[in-house]
């Protein structure tokens, strides 16, 4: 059997004392893509941020490729996944190439510095995102939305075997929104990697992922193949409001009713 990227059992998670998801069980194969979706509140970002490792569960186990993730190191967990925040913070000066290579540092020993073939991987990244001509720009001159294609350009020089993207289609126009999810589905088609993404827009989480979770902030969660899943009645339940569904060319499309 092949092992899976990452695996949750009976997983509780909390917080400020509300409960986001109780018995959550949940196993993700490489190839395969997740989508996260809820309420503005509801606790996608928790969540996420606690399947990485940067919070605990309250209850429960998490295992990064069959390892407990409370046993692993920071290092050893950044290379079992990718975690990509919505925020993008650069508290120190630097170009755009430093800032990609900044994905290889798991890679490197204690005092070990980037080599050619690191630069390679940075450069490699930077251009999958459209960035390869500004790797001598310097970070803090760069809009928004390059600010967040650089962020996803450091997690595919990161070369995990698993990413974790919380709203990762943020600050981008619809050109380079359908571009990175292009990206992420061919690294799990091509590479074998696994994908789990906090989305918004119900009709791209239906078009680039396999199965939905979706998160009521209750605690209650629903989990299970997109096409089962991503309906319109259960979204509405979700959102607490009424949604059509429409169907053209095989993809489900959703709007206020």
Not at 57 to 66: D, F, K, P, R, T
Not at 137 to 144: I, K
Request: net charge neutral.
């Amino acid at each position: 059997m092949t092992t899976p990227l990452l695996s949750t059992s009976a997983l509780a998670v909390e917080i400020g004392g509300r409960t986001v998801v109780r018995g959550l069980d949940l196993h993700v194969l490489p190839g395969e893509r997740l989508a996260i979706l809820g309420r503005n509140g509801a606790g996608k970002s928790t969540l996420l941020a606690t399947l990485a490792g940067l919070r605990p569960a309250v209850a429960g186990q998490i295992e990064l490729g069959g390892q407990a993730l409370n046993t692993l190191t920071p290092r050893q967990a950044a290379l079992h996944r990718a975690w990509l925040g919505q925020a993008q913070t650069d508290p120190f000066g630097s170009t755009v190439l430093e800032a990609a290579l900044t994905g290889r540092h798991p890679h490197l020993g204690r005092w070990s510095w980037e080599s050619a073939q690191d630069a390679a991987l940075a450069r490699s990244a930077l251009k999958a995102v459209g960035l390869g001509d500004m790797e001598s720009r310097a970070v803090h001159t760069l809009s928004g939305g390059e600010r967040q294609r650089l962020g996803i350009a450091a997690l595919l020089a990161q070369a995990a075997p698993l990413y974790l993207l919380d709203e990762p289609l943020a600050h981008l126009d619809l050109n380079h929104q359908m571009a990175v999810l292009e990206l992420f589905a061919g690294a799990a088609r091509d590479c074998g990697a696994g994908v789990i993404m906090v989305l918004h827009d119900p009709a791209l989480a239906h078009r680039y992922s396999d199965r939905a979770l979706l998160i009521d902030g209750d605690g209650r969660h629903t989990l299970g193949p997109v096409d089962d899943v991503l309906t319109a009645p259960a979204l509405s339940s979700l959102y607490g409001y009424p949604l059509r569904e429409f169907v053209n060319a095989g993809h489900r499309c959703f709007v206020p009713a």
